[in-house]
């Protein structure tokens, strides 16, 4: 970390102070971002565009330049600098916008995969994103309605609050593990992937982009990354109140509020949201429901411009969610006409997936996360320091045998803490064939897990219990570097790498020992891409990610004391296209991963004791579409699908450390378990200006997720078949006040959204956790 702190300081004293930073936002004339508009100083080949929060940072050549800003659909505007650091823009609709189609869908999307801000249109990398204005229209409010949008990515949960299982261009996420892709809110990678089950909402930017992105974000970014950006806090004084309820008793209440402490100097912006749901899914035997749910958040931040070149931004958040959990389904009648469980259909059937355990699961998780971040902002140079702390609390309480049987009963308590420090410098200079970012990085995580699987445990409130089974601390420091070189004016070359040196520690309380293991991977990632012309990208890269191994609570016949390190080698060639003057796009790419020690999870019953294990080689094969098309000035038709071949090469054997071992290799050629063959959506989404106050938005999706094969033998018994689920959503504005309806699974299609054969862990039972019935509901909001 001192040699690069010395790089900084020499890197800053060798810029060049002859130019002028200039940074500003661009807004509408209701003080909304406008994402993507151009920024260029007249006379010069100077130019950028403005983020997803419709900031943006320019170096001009002198104090009395002369910018101009212009974006589809609104009058271009011209502004002296006049000695200005400070420029807020404000842009009008230009009339054709009311008669012409304008609109350049994707085109006009901003992300910021690489850590720097531009159009998906012309990033060398798999990436779907909606900036704010799409987040509202398809009705995004969390990593779930948001995965459906993306094509080769499953978001499913399971069992209680915080269990996820992702899924992303056929790398699967274990159970309890970590997922297969980093999880980034306002720039801090949050390494616990139990938050992926918060809800989202006031946000700025949702972005997926795909393939191992290991030398921009780190470890467990195998098969991609997350990005999330919030909102930020505005110079000008604005206000939001949002009321709704729906079926299973929903009821939903939103308070937004934004504005300047003192003007141009120090903004605020804070943020609650209430949730509550009783539920639609009914326990037979106990005749509740048990997929209630009630969340409440809190989120607030301040930012201060201490100078034109400094700026410090602190932010919190308070999470808490109660909700239902362990209601797995089963078959009712078993084997042997009685009512004991048994074979249970993968495809969901009436009087087959039934609800009957003798305990009322519940689950609560509870989220602290602050984050301190620094600017300096040199002419040429931009510093950053980034700090964030984090605490997850989980537990829950529920029935293990998922019958009406007494006796058999599971309780667990994890926390989890995690410090993280960033310190990253950027090139700022726009007037450069060259832009590069380089830092360093450290992270502390300590997770403290307690267990009950047979008799269940009576905690006497939450988090309460008097001492941890098993203590796991990681400690990371990582070095990073990251670079774009014009070849020529169509040619990029693009080259990063990450090191990251780990360390693993645990505690075992229970059995008292103590493990350690230490790890460094380097993660490069290299790509090239030809700009043919403005509508033309063709790109090709090579990226290497991993997630981390770690210790199971001890071995088994099924899996050894530790697991090993997962890497994946990542080989992808891509194009995106613009065509019929800018209103339809086709993005598209395919790619091939060599996966080693690939993870698995799996639940030994003979001992109650859960663990992980690997494949010693898989691979998969895949390509994806996205397209969209803008029919009319009021109508767009958008669909995507990807399609993966995930295998496994050679299985190998795993087992306890007394000889005793699980040969796995009967499964070699087999597909590999929680992998959909493929994904599949296709929509409309539609914006009328019925008036100049009444505005109409509709926004429609079919998705459809493949065949899943839910283990390693492939098995027709345990594979589930194809499913499609219709959302939809419609909006009526008025002036500053919105009336919502949204629907989600209008069809009310039964399907399970995990499968676990009893056969292969010594259950005589099948079980299966179902997804979400028809729900339906509606919102009135105002903004002042």
């Known amino acids: 970390m001192k040699n690069l702190l010395v790089l900084i300081c020499f890197l800053v004293s060798t810029i060049g102070f002859s130019q002028t930073l200039v940074t500003g936002k661009i807004t509408d004339q209701n003080s909304e971002p406008l994402p993507g508009a151009s920024i260029s100083e007249k006379g010069t080949t100077t130019g950028v565009i403005s983020d997803f929060n419709g900031n943006f940072e320019i170096t001009i050549s002198s104090n009395e330049a002369v910018l101009s800003i212009s974006y589809i659909g609104y009058e271009t505007q011209e502004v002296t600098v006049s000695g200005q650091s400070q420029l807020d823009i404000e842009l009008a609709e230009s009339a054709v916008s009311l008669t012409g189609v304008t609109v350049q869908g994707f085109a006009g999307i901003m992300g910021k995969s690489r850590k ?37 990515l499953k978001f499913n949960s399971s069992q209680s609050i915080g269990l996820n299982f992702i899924t992303v261009r056929g790398i699967p996420q274990v159970r309890g593990g970590d997922a297969p892709l980093a ?35 780190g470890k467990n970014a195998i098969g991609g990354a997350v990005n999330i950006y919030t909102k930020d806090p505005t110079n000008k004084m604005s206000n939001q109140i949002k009321l709704g309820v729906g079926n299973g008793g929903f009821k939903q209440a ?5 504005g300047a402490i003192a003007k141009d100097k120090l903004f605020y912006r804070f943020s609650t949201q209430y949730k509550d749901f009783d539920g639609l899914l009914t326990n037979e035997f106990l005749d509740e429901k048990v997929d209630f749910r009630e969340d409440i958040n809190v989120r607030g931040q301040l930012k201060a411009k201490l100078s034109s070149n ?55 998780m509870t989220n602290n996360y602050g984050t301190l971040k620094m600017d300096y902002n040199l002419t040429g140079v931009k510093l950053q320091s980034i700090t964030s702390i984090n605490k997850v609390n989980r537990s829950t309480n529920g029935d293990l045998d998922f019958l009406e049987l007494d006796g058999l009963t599971q309780g667990e308590e994890i926390t989890t803490k995690t410090f993280n420090q960033e310190i990253r410098i950027n090139n700022a200079k726009t007037d450069t064939k060259f832009d590069w970012s380089l830092g360093g990085f450290y992270q502390k995580i300590e997770k403290d897990f307690y267990q009950n699987g047979t008799t269940g445990v009576d905690f006497g409130g939450p988090f309460e219990y008097d001492t941890a089974d098993y203590i796991n601390e990681t400690q990371t420091i990582a070095l990073f570097g990251f670079g774009d070189y014009k070849l020529t004016d169509k040619l990029t070359l693009s080259a990063g790498f990450r090191l990251d040196m780990d360390k693993f520690t645990q505690d075992d309380v229970l059995f008292v020992t103590n493990s350690e293991r230490d790890n460094s991977e380097i993660q490069p990632k290299v790509s090239l891409s030809y700009q043919a012309n403005k509508n033309v990208l063709v790109y090709t890269n090579y990226g290497r990610g991993y997630r981390n191994g770690g210790f199971n609570a001890q071995p088994t016949d099924l899996f050894n004391r530790d697991f090993e390190d997962e890497t994946s080698d990542n080989y992808e060639l891509g194009f995106k296209t613009t065509s019929w003057n800018d209103r339809f796009i086709l993005n598209g790419s395919v790619f ?53 071949d995930a295998k496994i090469i050679e299985g190998g054997s795993t087992g306890g450390d007394d000889g005793t071992f699980t040969n796995n ?13 493929s994904t599949f959506a296709v ?61 989600k699974n209008l069809t009310d299609k039964a399907y399970y959204q995990e499968f676990s054969p009893g056969e292969f862990v010594g259950s005589p039972d099948d079980v299966a956790w179902r997804g979400q019935p028809l729900t339906v509901g509606t919102a009135i909001s105002v903004k002042f």
């Open 183 to 217: 999880f980034v809110i306002d720039g801090v990678t949050i390494p616990d992937p139990s938050l992926l089950s918060q809800d989202l909402y006031d946000l700025a930017l949702v972005e997926v982009v795909k393939g191992p992105q290991g030398a921009l974000y």
């Open 683 to 743: 929509g409309l989404e539609s914006s009328v200006n019925i008036t100049d106050d009444l505005k109409f938005n509709g926004f429609l999706n079919l998705d459809t997720t493949g065949k899943t094969y839910w283990h390693e033998s492939n098995r027709d018994a345990f594979t589930t078949d194809a499913y499609s689920l219709l959302d939809a959503r419609l909006g009526l504005s008025y002036k500053n006040w919105k009336l919502e309806l949204w629907g």
């Open 665 to 677: 290799s009967a499964y070699d050629g087999q597909k590999t378990p929680f992998v959909p063959v």
């Open 310 to 364: 400094f700026s410090i931004t602190g932010s919190y958040q308070y999470f808490n969610i109660d909700g239902g959990a362990t209601y797995y389904s089963v078959n009712p009648t078993g084997t042997d006409g009685e009512f004991t469980g048994g074979i249970l259909d993968p495809n969901p059937a009436d009087g087959n997936n039934v609800i009957f355990s003798d305990v009322l699961g519940t689950s609560k």
């Open 116 to 152: 720097r801000t531009e159009s998906i249109q012309t990033t060398a990398e798999s990436v779907t994103a909606l900036n704010a204005e799409g987040i509202e229209s398809a009705g995004i409010t969390d990593i779930s309605s948001f995965s459906t949008l993306v094509p080769n």
């Open 254 to 258: 939103q308070f937004i509020s934004s």
């Open 592 to 644: 091939y991963s060599k996966l080693n020690n690939q993870q698995q999870y799996i639940l030994d019953l003979t001992t109650f004791i859960a663990g992980v294990y690997n494949y010693d080689k898989s691979e998969v094969f895949g390509f994806e579409l996205e397209s969209r098309a803008r029919l009319s000035n009021f109508l767009d038709v958008f669909a995507n699908v990807g399609i993966t």
